[in-house]
């Protein structure tokens, strides 16, 4: 498969619907895509415009500061310490991450790649571009022989699933018996809600409880777009196996895949200040308590959705049916069409919408 093969950009079959919800009296609600709409923290601002000389290359491997301050924050939000600045890799956002870690690995045909039944469509996208054979599942005994790369998501996107320590481990053992590298998607791991997660972060593959200490064949994917409103700054990381580390920085040389500099000290900024983490997340946990009982009032059934920016949902119909009822109330949202084939029943709404666009779709959503 080339890049001439993909299939359209799924987002494009959901023009129509938003034309229709654009109709609405008082204007549409898009619930559809979960991009940031609150302000950049000024601290992180402030740090950026500081660093707006850089009139020099900036290193792949990332600034000591930018990888002190990764190793820093796992210690401190994520319960993994004694990581190392060889262990941390920035990445321009997570999303090409995603896409060219199979390539970056060296896989090609007759690897196979497993990820979550409900899942982010790049990580299929970034295995059919080297010819690789994706696989969706979510246990670890599923997973067949011949997986040489695992992609996990916790907290899900679509659906704010949520592994354990106990889920990591199971996950961790079948991959190293398959002789598989796992990489953990925890790009939500600061948005927790259901208990226990709702007080503290997520499990990370990376901890002690899940790796006994040893990370050999493991990386932490994280993304700083959602704590942080830093979708526009492409600001991610990896983390984890320093051996497998090593390998992707020589390739990512070779690409010219480095991140700004400007980036990389608002990324130290943001690592190093919880109090904008701890009020975004009031913000979305606001919005949150007032679209989930709507949603449930008009007919929805909340699944899974433990952790991260979305509410999946379905009232038992197909997605594009549901899509379209929700047009009609000037609502848009994502059909679960667009992530994989086993849940064409769900709708994912997002909380990425200003909170009074969030009250209005919740008043609809009740009179409906």
């Known amino acids: 498969m080339s890049v001439h093969d993909l299939a359209e950009y799924p987002w494009d079959a959901v023009a129509p619907y938003a034309a229709t919800a654009r109709r609405h009296p008082d204007g549409i609600v898009d619930l559809s895509i979960g991009s940031p709409v609150d302000p950049t923290p000024t601290v992180v601002a402030d740090a950026l415009t500081r660093a707006t000389d850089a009139h020099a290359y900036p290193q792949t491997v990332g600034t000591p500061r930018l990888r002190d301050a990764v190793c820093d924050w796992y210690a401190r939000r994520r319960g993994v310490p004694d990581l190392t600045p060889g262990q941390v890799l920035p990445t321009i956002g997570s999303k090409e991450l995603v896409a060219l870690l199979p390539l970056l690995l060296g896989l090609g045909a007759g690897d196979i790649v497993a990820h979550p039944r409900a899942a982010y469509p790049t990580y299929e996208v970034g295995a059919r571009l080297v010819g690789a054979t994706p696989v969706a599942a979510d246990e670890p005994d599923e997973w067949p022989e011949g997986t040489r790369l695992v992609w996990i998501n916790s907290p899900g996107n679509p659906d704010g699933r949520v592994l354990d320590h106990r889920e990591l481990r199971e996950v961790v053992a079948r991959a190293r018996v398959l002789g598989a590298v796992v990489a953990s998607d925890e790009?939500?791991?600061?948005?927790?809600?259901?208990?226990?997660?709702?007080?503290?972060?997520v499990p990370s593959i990376l901890a002690p409880e899940v790796t006994g200490g040893d990370v050999a064949g493991l990386l932490s994917v994280?993304?700083?777009?959602?704590?942080?409103?830093?979708?526009?700054y492409r600001a991610a990381f990896l983390a984890g196996d320093a051996d497998l580390l090593s390998r992707l920085l020589t390739a990512r040389k070779h690409l010219g895949l480095m991140l700004p500099m400007p980036v990389q000290e608002a990324m130290v900024a943001a690592l190093s200040d919880d109090e904008h983490v701890a009020a975004q997340k009031q913000l979305y946990r606001e919005r949150r308590d007032i679209l989930r009982p709507a949603l449930e009032a008009a007919g929805f059934r909340i699944d899974h959705s433990r952790a991260g920016l979305y509410l999946w949902a379905t009232a038992g119909e197909d997605a594009w049916q549901s899509i379209g009822r929700l047009a009609d109330l000037g609502i848009l949202a994502g059909p679960g069409h667009f992530y994989g084939s086993h849940f064409p029943q769900h709708v994912r709404f997002s909380l990425t919408?200003?909170?009074?666009?969030?009250v209005a779709a919740a008043a609809r959503l009740r009179v409906s």
């Not at 790009?187 to 972060?201: F, K, T």
């Not at 919408?353 to 969030?358: N, V, Y």
């Open 187 to 201: 790009c939500y791991a600061e948005l927790g809600w259901d208990a226990p997660w709702d007080e503290r972060s």
């Open 222 to 232: 994280y993304s700083l777009s959602k704590q942080s409103n830093l979708a526009g």
């Open 353 to 358: 919408a200003p909170t009074e666009r969030i």
